[in-house]
């Protein structure tokens, strides 16, 4: 019984006692090695200390109740087990005091190796080893360990004895001292140790231990676990297991070695071991990398059944935990001992290539297969991306605001890098871009921006054009009348060559080398798979033909959301959009829309040829008005010189150019909005006036009239967004119903609605009277539930909420399902209510998401729509989605 | 049975078939009389057609089957019961056909009188009646009234012939047409129809009968009607019922006669009859105009049982309908006949007099005296008025954004009104409003603005003044340089007179009448059987002493919402405010926010001295912090401006200040947000600045502190706006929490939030655990439900959805219930799981909105909170929303 009346908890387990079920209890590292025993694999012997008696260590600062008579029996046992003795003159037992958290946090944590030598043992030691060298180096390193670890004195002093006597006698590398070097210098290390301490240095082995067992507890509250643990978000509760194990040692000549390995290729997947080895050393003699290690493979020629025995340890390992195995071994003396195995680590590729092939060895199920990829990883294969191998210097970070690699000459205006482009690699790098800036855009590579979200022009537009995009990376000013852009004290110059990752959003100087993506067969399989299992249709985000062309190569089973104002800010056409805005008349207005329609008419022909026979969703004009127009600050800057040139001087043309953008002026004021996101846009504008979406349905339907002429098969879809009324659909639909039965009177074509404001939620059962689909705008939603304009919150307060844990993660990367979750929930409910089999989709954002795409899998949705390069993302999370319920 | 199988509708319905409950059936009108005719009263004999039959009548546009028989069969009773017949040369009937629909369309639809004259019954009529004269005279008119309203011919074309015969005979009245003039135009009236028709005008009786009903079912669609019904949101689909009934005449000698009068006085309330008789007259004669009318109390002297009936028939009526009654009445020779009754339009006092005097007088109970009321007519006895008894000129109109009105000079900048204002009365105009403002509004009489909505700076702040306050009134152009403001062609200096009605938006020229506001003891004593009655408590919204101290007056039970930041907008603060902003450090940041800390504790302490021993509740600093500096804009303009000064003169003080705008234009440009409301504020203003509700909070504390050692009895509340996260609650109460307990430990300070996120509604269970009480501040919640932008939407599309009946009602005067008032039902059930006992209110200025209190009555919200001068209103609204849900 402890204090508080309950059971005394079990501390110590023997490596029989566990299993890789009890990570949680016994930590990674300690219950894989409890598997590997049960499993009679060669473990040197020992016990686990569980996480348990670490986190009652924490509450008294001292071992717990009952835990050092745990850790004595224990020790007696293990003396018995190994046939060795703490202390024994004549085979005295050394152990090695390791820790091992549930997750593997490498290098954050103590370890103490070679506990239990002392002036007594090492003579046992010499007599046994036959070797008095490896002995006194041995107990050299464990006092300079122990005295670091536990005894918490500085390592720097140890190492100044060790250079001493280094250059004293004339030697480089530590292995070249000879016998009597170290003799000197354990005398050394033991009086800096009783200077420090006013204590000799502990002689016995059990002293040693439970001061390490202490000290490796400890180290779970040290500054850097405790810094891994924040940026891994490894909750501090959990603390670490400790690990008391016989030594056994690499480094008693030429029959001992030691080594790591995969069960597999870890950056192709091939089958077969891959790793290195070194004979007659440590585990820390590899990492010096003071000797070259040989590739595993070389071990058949000069230890040829120790290669044969670490093979078929990989099969069995592999077929027990049914994954690719990460392992470190030693051979003491012609024996090869495990020491360590986990699943290991592997790019993107191997690890598609890893889990197809171990289906065709049976090793597990497609399903299995299915769940060892993480969807988000499929990300790194379909886009350019920067080769690892290389020096990089790293200038600078933003959002990755669009995924992919580029290298190229820096250019900061629009008409520069339109025409270098066509010859040579260009970045756009501009504090913000606007409409004007599209055709720059085209021409470049990759676009940097100083300011703006994620959805900012510059992200959406790059990522509607499939470029790499790093936006709001506001450490870079630029200054357009120097041409040069500043970062930190870098100055760079138009034409210097920068780099940009979208992908994680990094700035890095100079050119690097970049790797094409190469989807393979086994990505092709996986995919398969998926979409054999799969219930979600996945549909993609596309406005362009091409941006369809390569979402459908992708898998994409039609397009959910085609936005159609991006058509209008091409460098042609803004300028007729800009006249339609400003017309005063609504025959004028239509006069402009005639020849726009004649244009977006082309565009749908491109898109609805290119997904042909799949539906193609167009979304109706959603933007106010006014991002169409010139910026009012721009504006009164221009005005205000204007003003200023024309009183000194009486120039006609000046005076003209003053007028007109006074004119301007006024009518972007009239549009002013203080918060355009919640203003005069989407279905609203159709409402006021009916002749844009008369324009834009007449185009959608003579395309479709076009291509069905041409045989072909065009399954376009009208959506109508920001619908919060039922009427404002009802109003729409028969504005929309009434051209198509114009132009197609026979043609069924659907018209639905965004779900993108909480109301429109609320009443879905009246709004989908009118409907024949919905599809959540989840960005929008995300936006009004929350009360978070995207562009405001992400630069201001967004990282700090998630910094302060307010946020577990950004409610516009992964769908916050508590609240904005249960809107949709409530829409879902009751449309169904009034349609039972309405079509419910999603098209923001979220549908590229895992988690997200889960979540709309529970609601029942009939499908997720994402930018076409996360459809296959998309695909696998879909059939991930369903595997998981069932489980 | 009829086409459709189902049992044939009866259309016709005598008076004593009808009741005061069959409105629906017979219309207002008809049923009235039937109801009448019921109670003894003497009504001109008659039936009624149903709205049913109307309504059929527009499916075919002719009679459905059987109406015409049932029209005869009635007809002939009619004689019977009369005594008179049609086509009689003995005892001639002559019948009036009149439209009556549900709901009073007063001159909207089309009446046929003296119906029954033709060639052969004049000359009986002239025998019955002998005055030739009055017989000719009657044909005459109902010539010319069946031609127009029947025969569909332009009443101009016989007021041509009639006009011609006056000049002709030398007389300038119609009255003083001869006889053989009369005959004369007969003779050319019957000309001009059969001209017109290529047919005799009709002479059977029965005819002119089949003829008038269905013109006057016709007349539900003339245009007029239509827009009227548009106008006053009236179904198309009602229908009108049509009376025929016997004529009396009023104009038969001195002996007859009519009126109109109301039971008592409509405009103060006082008991007695109140109207106007004319003797020898028909009702035209009244509303010509040519005769002036004597008051009904001079009926005693020419008619002393004529008025002591009246007078009797007025308290029956009253008894019966127990409200005050509007008649119509006629006396024809010596005989007097009740023509009509309905319940009489009064002011507001009256209103109020009458209901509190009738319960008096046992004539109904205090609750239905409540019910009498119309809540917000109140309104209009606590604001000055524009005398309506006199000549007004309407020049413009904008919104109603704060009650009462105000008359005196233009002024166009602050500084002026601000030092005209202690002499002259002021209307202070201007395209917009900012916080510099302020003093300018103090000294003026009223605000009128060409910009901005119901949520402006200069709406807001005028009704936190409770000042009127005309905004966004855009027909009217303010140039500051000539000092002009142009209305459409007028043109108005500085200190011209002008006039304002903020309860209305409505803008006068010149200097007009007001009246003041007094509630007098009715007024008290209906709101005390309110105050009796409620449940809802009424909180009020003020941000100064002076505000709480009025809505004390007017019985307000505590603050339920005082905001902070309206405190840091005046002129001696801005400036720290400002400074506060700007700070690199928190150090500085502290520096200023102590400065201004001591400001508010002064503040506090009054406000909280006002409303001693009554909860106020504080909100803690909600807008964006860029709503404290200058404008983007302006801001850009002056460095333009200075940029080209500089360049054309080396000028250190032009430099200095250049530097200056670029620094400050920084700050803004960092600050700046793309939707504001969406934006930095709220609650993340305090998670991010904790200095700035420490500060805050210190203030309240302070001021607490020292009232308590004054020996009163604060009791403030603070209130977190914007929680959408229960951890930003959780984190800000923290912060709270450590100053109060620093400053007022032993005092139990409630600690709650605002709900006006939808995720907060969603979530309300969470958020509930760290709240003491909830406030739904339904301006936001209806802004981000919608996705709203007051501001935005009222100027931009919220009429036209209005109009096309998108909405029927501005979502920010009266509670969406279905959409933001969903959330609130799902937050109420929500936090009552969590803390059943949650105190619970709304603060949103849909508290002061008699529906959305009856809402809020029956979500049981504990209280509503709104502007002073709504206390009284919500009072009794929350008295008949409790009395409305037990019946």
Redesign the interface.
Known sequence: MNLFGGIRLKYVYFFEEGSKEMKNLLGGKGSNLCEMANLGLPVPKGFVISTEACIKFFDSNDFPEGLEQEINSALQKLEERTGKKFDSTENPLLVSVRSGARVSMPGMMDTVLNLGLNEKTIFAMTEKTQNKRFVLDSFRRFIQMFSNVVLGLNHDDFEEILEKEKSFSGVKFDFELTESSLEKIIIQYKALVEKETKKPFPENPKEQLLLSVKAVFSSWNNKRAITYRKLNNIPDDWGTGVIVQEMVFGNLGNDSGTGVCFTRNPSDGTKGLYGEFLLNAQGEDVVAGIRTPKKISELTDVMPEIFEQLSSFAVNLEKHYKDMQDMEFTIEKNKLFVLQTRNGKRTSSAAIRIAVEMVEENLFSKTDALMKIDSVHLNQLLHKRIDAHQELTEIASGLNASPGAATGKIVFDANKAESFGETENIILVRTETSPDDIHGMIGSKGILTARGGMTSHAAVVARGMGKPCVAGCEEIKIDYKTREMHVKDLTLKEMDFISIDGTTGKVFLGEVKLIDPKPDEFFSRILEWADEIKLLGVRTNADTPKDARKARELGAQGIGLCRTEHMFFEPERLPIMQKMILSDSTQERKKYLNQLEAMQRTDFEGILEAMNSLPVTIRLIDPPLHEFLPS??DL??RI??LK?LVDSRDDSKLIAELNEKKFLLKKVNELH????????R?C?LG??YPEIIEMQTKAIAEAAKNLKEKGLNPKPEIMVP?V??A??LE?SRKIIEKVLNEIIPNEKILIGTMI????AA??ADEIALHADFFSFGTN?LT???????R???EG??LN??IE????LISPFVSL?T???G??METAVALAKKSKPNLKIGICGEHGGDPDSIEFCHSLGLNYVSCSPFRVPIARLAAAQAVIRKKQ
């Open positions: 009012r600050e009164i800057e205000t010189e200023n909005e203080s918060n355009p996101m919640l203003g005069f989407g609203r409402i006021v920001l919060g009324i009427k404002e109003l993108e404001l909480p109301r609320l009443i929008d936006q009004t539930t929350f009360g978070f304009s562009d405001d919150v201001k307060f700090k909420y302060q844990k307010i946020l916050d508590k609240g904005v249960k809107l």
